[in-house]
């Protein structure tokens, strides 16, 4: 029997129980659109592409499934690709599906076509940032390479991939059995684990070390490692730091959690973690952010330190720094092997009081520091304020998605998460505009879950359309504007380096601050909205628009106050070079001392 092409699309996605398509239409898909008005599939449709990859990016974050991406040619796919391209650094599964020119008119400028190098290859766009990029050249390849695209977004190190269709493609009509062989090819991927050598090996090295270390990254959240990790952690008492994506891999609040490392990190994580003889890093690739911009001495002593890296991408092993033991495996299965090995070796277990005494007493110090910021009650709120409250009122086992700047890095750096998966980080590309769409895909994969996102003003004006599509969609989310009139983080970076603001503060030409009322354009797009006019009364607006179960935005107004860090960023160096500071890297050791040479 023949049907068409996307009819029977529409019927594979049903079959891997997809239930989103996040897009925009354009001509070259409306035969998609077609099939999908009548199917059991949600098309959740947004007026900017980019929102449409940062929300399928939310939704994959909580499903842990390979979410889906539709959208148009040329401008389609390029507003579509920093989305995806954000999804590809945080290790995301993604499909795209762009519809493409038709085949019988490649090279001949046909509307839209991208193809100043190569006729007929716009998928090579995307080729940077997508672990694969498909055409369709024949209708028939179409069952083979969509059982790839999935299994490869979802595999490995998890990524976006793409698959470029040309329009007249979903068009055709074949018959059903070409699609046969999606009925029968599983869906599931076995992920390699660690041999009983290796994980001996590595337990014996964490326990004989005087100072071992456990450094925990994002991928131990997609692999569902963090039972696995406590565990271990608990029976060898191993102090763990995490990066900024490993949030939530272990409680905060865990006594044997120290804290996120790097430029963010406070001093006593950074110091814990260069001191360590033997270091374990689990599904991390070391980034400059995490690592000090690797400078020796500061976060990280490797090699000086022993490094057993375990990531589940061969290419990131030994990337970064030097490995004693590298080894490709799902984070899960590793520890679970670990700790395996470690009961046979050490049936008793360790036990450091001391450690934990000593943990516990740094915590409690910085929480101690930040105690008067955090109630304090001046207006424009202080940013500490704000997560104090949101703390307070915001469930434990509800969703948040931050942006960019202190609702991202002073998160990551003060802000307790408990529970794995309830944190959603732009990371590696850092994308402004992030948050506000990626709690629209985040709320529709858990749909009884509170779901907000701290975001900036910047942040937030890139694109507030995303307000439309929580209307059209009935997504109550909730955006909390953190509103400095800034772009705040690069404003502090430019007076601290150039004392002066140029470019970073929202203003007019006459110097007076501007900035759009977004209660009011919150207003207008058809949902409750309010802007905070006190300290005091942000937690009761934060409470009522958790309860009202509909979309809402509140607009609060905020002191552009720097995240505090005791880290060292490369970026700082280059700006303001320091005496002992040569082309990015510590000319001598104890680079702490870098912090206080006098500048040039």
């Known amino acids: 029997m023949e049907k068409l092409v996307s009819h029977q699309l529409v019927d594979y996605l049903v079959r891997r129980d997809v239930k989103n398509v996040f897009g925009l239409c354009g001509h070259t898909v409306?035969?998609?659109?077609?099939?999908?008005?009548?199917?059991?599939?949600?098309?959740?449709?947004?007026?900017?592409?980019?929102?449409?990859?940062?929300a399928a990016d939310g939704y994959a974050r909580v499903t842990n499934k390979a979410s889906v991406v539709l959208c148009h040619l040329g401008p389609g796919l390029t507003n579509a690709m920093t989305g995806v391209a954000n999804a590809s650094l945080d290790s995301v599964p993604m499909v795209v599906i762009a519809g493409d020119v038709p085949s019988f008119y490649y090279g001949k400028h046909p509307h839209q076509e991208v193809n100043m190098h190569c006729d007929g290859s716009q998928y090579d766009l995307y080729k940077p940032i997508v672990k694969r990029a498909w055409r369709i050249d024949?209708?028939?390849?179409?069952?083979?390479?969509?059982?790839?695209?999935?299994?490869?977004?979802?595999?490995?190190?998890?990524?976006?991939?793409?698959?470029?269709?040309p329009m007249d493609m979903f068009s055709r009509s074949i018959d059903t059995v070409h699609f046969e062989r999606t009925f029968h090819d599983s869906s599931f991927t076995a992920k390699p684990t660690l041999s009983k050598e290796t994980a001996t090996e590595i337990a014996k090295m964490l326990i004989e070390a005087e100072r071992p270390l456990i450094h925990a990254g994002g991928q131990l959240i997609y692999t569902h490692a963090s039972k696995a990790l406590t565990e271990l952690v608990e029976f060898l008492d191993i102090p763990v730091t995490r990066t900024l994506m490993g949030q939530g891999a272990i409680p905060d609040n865990h006594p044997l959690h120290v804290g996120m490392t790097?430029?963010?990190?406070?001093?006593?994580?950074?110091?814990?973690?260069?001191?360590?003889?033997?270091?374990?890093?689990?599904?991390?690739?070391?980034?400059?952010?995490?690592?000090?911009?690797?400078?020796?001495g500061v976060t990280f002593n490797i090699p000086g330190s022993k490094l057993i890296q375990i990531d589940l991408e061969p290419e990131e092993i030994g990337r970064n720094y030097p490995v004693t033991i590298g080894a490709v495996a799902d984070p899960k299965l590793a520890l679970e092997a670990i700790l395996e090995a470690a009961k046979e070796i050490k049936p008793e277990g360790i036990d450091r009081p001391a450690l934990r005494a000593e943990i516990a007493k740094n915590k409690e110090a910085f929480r101690a520091s930040n105690v008067e910021i955090s109630n304090d009650n001046r207006f424009p709120m202080t940013p500490q304020r704000i997560l104090k409250d949101v703390r307070e009122v915001f469930p434990e086992d509800g969703i948040i998605a931050t942006d960019v700047g202190w609702n991202k890095n002073g998160m990551g750096q003060q802000f307790e998460i408990t529970i794995p998966g309830t944190i959603l980080h732009p990371g590696g590309l850092a994308t402004m505009g992030f948050g506000p769409a990626a709690i629209l895909g985040a709320k529709l994969a858990a749909p009884d879950k509170k779901v907000i996102t701290l975001v900036g003003d910047g942040g937030f004006g890139t694109n507030p359309s995303v307000i439309a599509t929580a209307v059209e969609q009935n997504i109550p989310v909730v955006w909390v504007v953190m509103n400095n009139g800034a772009f705040g983080t690069i404003a502090g970076l430019t007076a601290s380096h150039y004392e002066h603001s140029f470019g970073t503060i929202f203003k007019r030409k006459d110097g007076s601050s501007y900035n759009p009322e977004w209660s009011v354009v919150a207003q207008g797009y058809g949902i409750k909205s309010k802007k905070i006019t006190s300290a005091d009364e942000f937690k009761t607006v934060l409470k009522e628009a958790l309860d009202s179960n509909e979309p809402y935005l509140i607009d609060v107004p905020m002191e552009n106050i720097p995240v505090p860090t005791d880290g060292i960023w490369n970026i700082n160096d280059i700006y303001t070079p320091k005496d002992n500071v040569v082309e990015g890297k510590l000319m001598y050791g104890e680079a702490y001392k870098s912090k206080h040479v006098s500048t040039k």
């Open 262 to 296: 790097g430029f963010w990190g406070l001093d006593y994580v950074n110091k814990t973690s260069s001191e360590a003889d033997v270091i374990l890093g689990v599904g991390t690739r070391f980034a400059e952010a995490d690592s000090s911009s690797w400078y020796k």
């Open 30 to 54: 409306i035969a998609m659109l077609d099939a999908l008005k009548d199917s059991e599939l949600n098309f959740v449709s947004v007026r900017h592409e980019q929102l449409a990859a940062h």
């Open 138 to 165: 024949k209708p028939e390849l179409f069952p083979e390479i969509l059982d790839k695209a999935f299994r490869l977004a979802e595999s490995g190190r998890p990524g976006p991939v793409l698959i470029s269709v």
